[in-house]
């Protein structure tokens, strides 16, 4: 009978440890798979950055290169590296000023400035190669560089200092 009295409460002691070990188990599982999920996101939104810049930047070309009037240039707008890309009597000016990719659609001659251009994305930094044809694109994103290469259908050329 002594034995009976003992098991009632070893049972109980038993249920609640276990349960306490349910809960540390799950709270184990739920702070890891939350640092997973942070990582993510973070590598998300890098990738995001990396992938619109370039994206926005080839397709740009790729619209111009297009066009039967369309040329594709490579300059300096305002004492920046920049892309022009004119289209008859217009020209689209991409560069890098005062920490964002900014366009800039403008005719030749307008008198506008870099500060005029409008902000498309944050960036840091673009630098553009042109060989054999071959034009490699690198947008700097919070100090990490990511570049592209593509070939232009009407090809590519050097130009000096661009006046909007």
Known sequence: MNGAKWVSPLRGALVAALCALFFLLAMGVT????????????????????????????????????????????????????????????????????????????????????????????AEGLTFALEDDLLTLTVTLEGTSYSTSLMPRCGVEEVGEVMA
């Open 31 to 122: 702070l890891m798979g939350s640092s997973v999920y942070r990582n993510t996101v973070a590598s998300a939104t890098e990738n995001y950055g990396q992938r619109t810049a370039l994206s926005y930047l080839v397709n740009q070309i790729r619209r111009c290169a297009h066009r039967t009037e369309g040329v594709v240039q490579l300059g300096r707008f305002d004492g920046a590296d920049a892309l022009i890309l004119s289209e008859g009597e217009y020209m689209t000016v991409l560069y890098v000023y005062d920490g964002a990719l900014r366009t800039l659609y403008t005719q030749p001659g307008s008198g506008l400035t870099a500060a005029d251009g409008e902000a498309v994305l944050p």
